[in-house]
């Protein structure tokens, strides 16, 4: 046996050797306080699945898609957004059924959740806001005269597009479908729609006398329009406009709108005491009837008084006149409405057509029938004026802060001419570019059928 293999008997058995330090445990720092090492981390506690099906839902569903629709509100709010287009008034720049993307931030700053109406992403579903009224931070020099912008209805607070006709400081009137702003006309060239690949019939829904839905038609017309260096291609059609129509007030102040030929009664001179029915000239009709007078001719949708072009302003001023002093006039006092000249009155504040308009259909309700009768010549009136302001309307000065919003599809827009000037802060952004777009608006049908030539069209 070897020497190292002798051990004394009575010799202490060596101690195997024990390694202390392993993975999950690193050293002591030397001269470290016993205790006070690094702390071991904690391993994560995983949240149980919940149980019931109410707990189910919220986590599995409600949660995860209310946090997508706050992250896509707060992104279309402040940043980008993209609006469809569900009518013609912006053809033939912007089509039904294109979406358009619209810049938030190219006025200003807008915080999230503003405006009066809130939708739901990817729905047509919106509700009234609570937190509308947080202004907005504006910067640079403000929207321009010819941007394409969105914003909201000052009377109904839907949101649409249209176009800036007049910034603020501007004069703007319309006569015969002629823009003018500042004195200056505008310069028109007619188009062929075959040739630019425009469009070339169209049609509207319209009430007829039995009050059911029906639709007119008419042939497509297009004008180049210049004006202040700006040239734009905007959509007319002269078949809605008034035009050979007169407007006959007879002895007891009512008036009939009559064309240049009249349905008269003539009696036959091979039977007498029989009358036939017969067209005859407009002419021959006020010869006939003395006192009957024609107020206004209408022709291209140019009023004219005894031959003489006049504005929109100077023939409502002949319209409404009898509504300025006197027994009528006390009704619509009575109402919190009034006239002066052109201007429409509601508590003694000028304000846009629609809104009088609207105001006078909450309020005759409370009127006795005398008192009804009374206005209701105003009332013929005023739809008169609203038919005529597609192409005769102003001059209107626009004040600080507002703009004059006009569709490029003149005879089928519903803009300014109605509801007035809209105030920067109700501008929402500025449309530059149609992301996608489906005919006729069918996104959702089956098959769906996609504009592909409208993708990714900027707007000019």
Known sequence: MSQDAEQPNDAPAEAPKVHTATLSEPKANPGAEPGKGKKLKKP????????????????????????VIIIVVVFRSMLLDWNDVPTG?????????????????AYGLQFPLTGPQIGIPFTPVQFDNPLDGIPQINWGSGPSRGDIVTFWNP??????????????????????????INGEAAGYTDLDAVAEGLPLRTKWRVINALGKKDYGYADLEYRSESLLGLTRTVQHIEKRWLDQANLIEDIDGSWDLLGDTVEDEQPDPLRPGIFNKVEISIEDYLAKYPLKKRVVRFESGTPLIDGKEVSHNQLASVLLK?????ERADVLDRLGLGINAHELLIDGEPVPYEFFSVALEQKVPLLGDREKILLQRLDGSLRLLGELRMTSFGPVTIGEGE??????????????????????????????????????????????????????????
């Open 89 to 105: 008034s912006m053809e033939p720049e912007i089509h039904v059924g294109d979406r358009i993307a619209v810049n938030r931030l």
């Open 322 to 326: 009898p509504y300025e002093s006197g």
């Open 155 to 180: 009377v109904t607070s839907v949101r649409m597009v249209k176009r800036i006709v007049a910034v603020p400081g501007d004069t703007i009137a319309m006569n015969g479908g002629q823009l003018t």
């Open 403 to 460: 703009y004059f919003m006009v569709g490029d599809n003149r005879n089928n827009s519903h803009d300014s001419r109605f509801f007035g000037p809209v105030k920067r802060s109700e501008i929402t952004g500025k449309a530059f570019a149609v992301a996608f777009s489906f005919e006729d608006n069918k996104m959702f049908a089956l098959p769906p059928d996609p504009a592909w030539s409208r993708f990714f069209k900027d707007l000019d």
């Open 44 to 67: 994560k506690k995983e949240r149980p699945e919940p149980e019931t099906a109410m707990g189910k839902l919220w986590h599995n569903w409600v949660k995860p898609i209310g946090t």
